[in-house]
Structures are given as C-alpha cells and as structure tokens.
C-alpha cells in the first residue's frame, strides 16, 4: 500500500528563486544556504517529509510562488506518484 | 597490452548488419554488459528497454556533442567511422519501431562525412550549438525541440517525456557504434575484452603532459599506466580521470574500473585521461578548470550559479598564496554544499573535481599556506 511508502519533497533548481517560504513552513528539513536557497538538513536529493511535516509540506507547495516544489512517493516498484 | 581496435579499424572489415526484432536486441546488448560511454555508465539495455515500456512510438538520438574539452574521443570516431555509429542508431531505431532517429553533432565537427555516410538511411543528423552542460540528455533532447539548449528539472526523465513530448532514447556515439558490433558479432565476441564486470573495449582522450596526444581504443580494465603509454607521458603524479567532472588518480597502475577508481572517487566516466606535469601547480589548474565550469553553468539552478563562482574564487585564493588557514575547510563546504543541488549533474560533478583535488593535493595545499609551492620549486629544479 501506497501508505506506507516514504514521502518526498523535489525541488526544481531550475523554478527556484530562493524566496524562502518552504524553510519557514518547514523549518526542520530546510534551512537556508549562503545564497538564500532551501537546502535540505539531511543532506538527501529529495528530502524525506515525516508524517508530522506532512501538512506544512503540502503548505509549502501550495505556496511556492515559483511552483518549484513537487510532494511526490515512490511505491514498492519504483514509480513515483 | 592486447590489441583491440574495433571502433577504430576500417570499416569494410564489418561485415552487414542483421536487422533484430526488440526482444533479441536486448537480450544481445542486455548479454553484452555493454555500458554507456557518454560518461554516467548506465546499462545500455535498461535505458533502452526503459523506453520500450512506454505506449507511445519513441525518439532516438545519438549523442556526439561532447561538451567535455578534454574529450574528442567522440569526433573522432565519427571522423573515422560514422558509418559505424549509424548502424547503432539504425539497429535500435528500427528495433523500437521509433518515430525518428536523430544523430546530433557538435558544431566544431565537421558534419560532411557523418552527412554523407547518413544517405540513403532514415536518419536525421543535426548539427547541434555546443557547451558544457549542451550535451547533458535532457539539454540535448531541448535544444532538438527547438527549446534552449539547457538541462530540465530531471522529475519526469526524457526516457518518458521527451521530443515531441515521445520518450526519448539519448545513447553516446561511441556506445551506439559498441551496440552496432555486439549485434554483428554477439555478445560472447564483445566479451572476449575487458573484464567480467566491465566487457568490451573503451576510447581514450589523452591530454596533458604527453609527447602524443589523442585518441586510443583499448579493453576495459587495462592500467592507467599502459593506457598512457603510447601517448609517451612524462613523469607524472598524478592523472585526471574524466575529465572537468573527474578526480585525480595517483596511482598509475590501478585498472580503468569502477573498482579500481573507487579509492579515488573516479569513474571512467567518458574516457578522459589528463596528465598533470610536474611543473603544473594543481591548485592553479584547477581554479582555472573551476572558472570555465562557472563559465559554463547553465544560470539556472541557484547553487550552481551562485556555488560554482564563489568554489573558483577561494580556489584562486588558495593557488596564489593567501595564506589564510580556513581557506581548505571552506572550500570543501562549499563543494558539498552545491552537491545533489541542481537540475543536472553540473554542480555535483564541479564539486567531485573540487574535493578530489583538496584531498589528494593536501599536501601541496598545506605547502601553499606556508607561503610555498611545490610545483615551482620542482620546474626551477629541472
């Protein structure tokens, strides 16, 4: 089930501005770099979002005002969805 | 060393090419082991068969911008033997039932031969603006669809969604024309070189402190050291491996493997061997190497653009004698800081250059914040 799957926060580096609304919604999984770009604390590609930052992501996607943001899981085969 | 020109001997010795249906191809290439000579290395058979899953008819391009200026191992087998890569191109195009076959050539090459050799075959040959990053898969399949030649968020891959929105095969010239012969001769044939893990032969581009430069074809797994040996090198410490995106190699007589490299975080990448002269200073070259690759970031992405001009100032800094302690930790920051921050592998190839040379140089860095540099005291000596 899709459920117990990991969810994903993708950035798309070629949409960001560094506006920086993603790291104050989640201020646990991104900081901020020497440029003003999110950067992810775990140091992963695509961070994963806890179940208790699921809401504030979904936030952040919402309100990214360059649409760079993407919430996305990837199932037991693979896919990403 | 074994003798093993296969891409680079004359044609005529070829013989005809068989026309496969899908399922034989891959089991061919899939048997071969045969890898991508592009520079990431990925099974040739799992991206191919990526796009046979797809519903719609695909594209399939050849890749022969080679945006790497140490690299010219690709112009030069299509000078030698475009003919060649077109079988490649022709075999998997007709074997997917592709909508169109596209083989894409820098602008520097010539394109005259490769056009004439394409007469008469339902290829297309495109000449193509160059660049750095041009030749990266997704910058590549933009530029053929009329869009800027510059990288795509990578979420949806041009194996799904490429030109023309079709999923879109993108193979290096040199794996094509590898493809070409595994479906003439099979896959035990192309594994009578090289090794298990890494058959076949690769091209080298070999720069740098050498009596000859150029170009040489030999299995997979033979040493650095005898690679070079007919390029006649100096005495040297040290041997970039893949290039601008590579790392440094100092020991000469571990096998071109991605075992053998692994010490070094290098991979043989696209066959790019530059050798370092002794009165080189390495942290000279590589603000230098760091400045063209600023130079080429395609300004997209925010740590790229930013990241890679801020890494080749403190590399300037380093290399001309600012003798500031903090200068080595921060630089490595930064490299980690723009890695796996990008749209394309430009950053994170930028930085795997900036780390390896830090930590194989770290005595000469240590050197420079002395006040001191090895390479001048070694050229005044000689």
Same mark, same amino acid.
Request: charged share 20%; hydrophobic share 40%.
């Given at each position: 089930? !899709?459920? %117990?799957?990991?969810?994903?926060?993708?950035?798309?580096?070629?949409?960001?501005?560094?506006?920086?609304?993603?790291?104050?919604?989640?201020?646990?999984?991104?900081?901020?770099?020497?440029? #003003?770009?999110?950067?992810?604390? !775990? #140091?992963?590609?695509?961070?994963?979002?806890?179940?208790?930052?699921? %809401?504030?992501?979904?936030?952040?996607?919402?309100?990214?005002?360059?649409?760079?943001?993407?919430?996305?899981?990837?199932?037991?085969?693979?896919?990403?969805? | 060393?074994?003798?093993?020109?296969?891409?680079?001997?004359?044609?005529?010795?070829?013989?005809?090419?068989?026309?496969?249906?899908?399922?034989?191809?891959?089991?061919?290439?899939?048997?071969?082991?045969?890898?991508?000579?592009?520079?990431?290395?990925?099974?040739?058979?799992?991206?191919?068969?990526?796009?046979?899953?797809?519903?719609?008819?695909?594209? $399939?391009?050849?890749?022969?911008?080679?945006?790497?200026?140490?690299?010219?191992?690709?112009?030069?087998?299509?000078?030698?033997?475009?003919?060649?890569?077109?079988?490649?191109?022709?075999?998997?195009?007709?074997?997917?039932?592709?909508?169109?076959?596209?083989?894409?050539?820098?602008?520097?090459?010539?394109?005259?031969?490769?056009?004439?050799?394409?007469?008469?075959?339902?290829?297309?040959?495109?000449?193509?603006?160059? +660049?750095?990053?041009?030749?990266?898969?997704?910058?590549?399949?933009?530029?053929?669809?009329?869009?800027?030649?510059?990288?795509?968020?990578?979420?949806?891959? $041009?194996?799904?969604?490429?030109?023309?929105?079709?999923?879109?095969?993108?193979?290096?010239?040199?794996?094509?024309?590898?493809?070409?012969?595994?479906?003439?001769?099979?896959?035990?044939?192309?594994?009578?070189?090289?090794?298990?893990?890494?058959?076949?032969?690769?091209?080298?581009?070999?720069?740098?402190?050498?009596?000859?430069?150029?170009?040489?074809?030999?299995?997979?797994?033979?040493?650095?050291?005898?690679?070079?040996?007919?390029?006649?090198?100096?005495?040297?410490?040290?041997?970039?491996?893949? +290039?601008?995106? +590579?790392?440094?190699?100092?020991?000469?007589?571990?096998?071109?493997?991605?075992?053998?490299?692994?010490?070094?975080?290098?991979?043989?990448?696209?066959?790019?061997?530059?050798?370092?002269?002794?009165?080189?200073?390495?942290?000279?070259?590589?603000?230098?190497?760091?400045?063209?690759?600023?130079?080429?970031?395609?300004?997209?992405?925010?740590?790229?653009?930013?990241?890679?001009?801020?890494?080749?100032?403190?590399?300037?800094?380093?290399?001309?004698?600012?003798?500031?302690?903090?200068?080595?930790?921060?630089?490595?920051?930064?490299?980690?800081?723009?890695?796996?921050?990008?749209?394309?592998?430009?950053?994170?190839?930028?930085?795997?250059?900036?780390?390896?040379?830090?930590?194989?140089?770290?005595?000469?860095?240590?050197?420079?914040?002395?006040?001191?540099?090895?390479?001048?005291?070694?050229?005044?000596?000689?």
């Amino acid at each position: 089930m !899709s459920r %117990d799957t990991t969810a994903r926060l993708h950035i798309d580096w070629t949409r960001c501005d560094g506006h920086g609304s993603c790291a104050e919604l989640l201020p646990g999984l991104l900081g901020v770099d020497d440029f #003003g770009y999110p950067v992810a604390r !775990s #140091g992963e590609r695509d961070p994963a979002v806890p179940r208790r930052d699921r %809401d504030a992501a979904q936030h952040a996607v919402r309100n990214c005002p360059v649409m760079a943001l993407r919430l996305y899981r990837v199932d037991h085969s693979g896919t990403r969805r | 060393m074994t003798s093993a020109r296969r891409l680079l001997q004359d044609q005529d010795r070829h013989g005809p090419l068989p026309a496969l249906r899908l399922d034989a191809l891959l089991d061919a290439v899939s048997e071969s082991g045969l890898t991508g000579r592009g520079g990431g290395g990925f099974p040739t058979a799992t991206k191919v068969r990526a796009v046979a899953s797809r519903p719609r008819k695909p594209v $399939v391009v050849g890749n022969g911008l080679e945006g790497e200026p140490l690299s010219s191992k690709d112009a030069v087998l299509l000078g030698h033997n475009p003919h060649l890569v077109l079988d490649g191109l022709d075999v998997v195009a007709r074997a997917l039932r592709a909508r169109r076959a596209v083989l894409a050539v820098g602008a520097d090459l010539d394109p005259g031969p490769v056009v004439e050799a394409a007469r008469g075959r339902r290829i297309e040959v495109v000449t193509v603006e160059g +660049g750095f990053v041009a030749g990266q898969e997704s910058a590549l399949v933009n530029q053929l669809d009329g869009r800027p030649p510059v990288p795509s968020d990578p979420f949806t891959r $041009v194996t799904e969604s490429g030109i023309a929105g079709r999923p879109t095969l993108v193979l290096n010239v040199e794996t094509l024309a590898h493809l070409a012969l595994v479906v003439r001769h099979g896959a035990e044939w192309f594994r009578q070189v090289g090794t298990r893990d890494e058959p076949g032969t690769s091209l080298f581009t070999i720069s740098g402190a050498v009596r000859r430069p150029g170009v040489v074809e030999v299995p997979r797994g033979t040493s650095i050291r005898e690679v070079l040996a007919p390029a006649e090198p100096d005495p040297s410490s040290a041997v970039l491996v893949g +290039g601008y995106h +590579g790392a440094w190699v100092t020991d000469l007589d571990v096998p071109l493997t991605a075992r053998g490299l692994k010490p070094f975080r290098a991979a043989v990448g696209a066959g790019v061997l530059h050798v370092l002269g002794a009165g080189v200073c390495p942290l000279v070259f590589a603000a230098e190497v760091v400045d063209y690759l600023a130079g080429e970031s395609a300004a997209q992405c925010g740590p790229c653009l930013n990241g890679l001009p801020h890494l080749a100032g403190l590399l300037h800094r380093l290399a001309s004698g600012d003798r500031d302690p903090a200068l080595p930790a921060e630089t490595s920051r930064m490299a980690r800081l723009v890695t796996g921050r990008g749209a394309c592998a430009h950053p994170d190839g930028s930085a795997r250059f900036v780390a390896s040379t830090l930590a194989v140089f770290a005595e000469h860095v240590g050197a420079h914040l002395q006040g001191w540099c090895p390479s001048e005291t070694r050229s005044a000596a000689s």
